[in-house]
């Protein structure tokens, strides 16, 4: 199937700095990625949609000032925690959408970020 | 609001039992997903449900979609340790909307008891 690089895998920060988590989309283009969030023994909470080339559609409730993103690339989207807090901390997951392949426009998995912030 | 409801959330089984996990959602879909998640670890995908009445097998799983009750089912047949796991659904709201998002579940953590 198709492959998802995230990257990395886990980070520890000290409160006040910023993290930029990458996610790549590997044999594909992909137009559409997403970021997900995941609280321990919980769902998966979408944050935002990143569309190549255009601003990010984030979820009701979501600080976009707070969680920035960057698509400059049809096969990489960028998620910067700024100024991270220890209520930052969480499991961030993205996606990317196939627009064609097999099952089209069926979203790829990253194998997601651990972030803890001290 | 849109939901997408699983149950059980939690369920404990004994090895070789059979038992059925429900996803019911409350939009107009015809795209579901299941995954598997490992502690720690990301999503595993185990199914692609692209129309009303389809039906997936693979080992000791099966799933199924009913579009029209808005409803899939993960039987899992003679239960064995290693699906020890939390399954998710996830409903693909994207034709609809043209966004192509998924709304996931609530989860369901599976322990199968030697």
Redesign the interface.
Known sequence: GAVVSQHPSRVICKSGTSVKIECRSLDFQATTMFWYRQFPKKSLMLMATSNEGSKATYEQGVEKDKFLINHASLTLSTLTVTSAHPEDSSFYICSARNPSGRFKNIQYFGAGTRLSVL | ELKVEQNPLFLSMQEEKNYTIYCNYSTTSD?L?W?RQDP????E?LF?L?SNGAVKQEGRLMASLDTKARLSTLHITAAVHDLSATY?C?V?I?GASG?????????T?LKVLA
């Open positions: 795209r997903y995954y720690g670890k990301s999503l995908s692609v692209l998710f996830a693909d994207g966004t192509y998002k998924y709304i996931f579940g609530t989860g953590r």
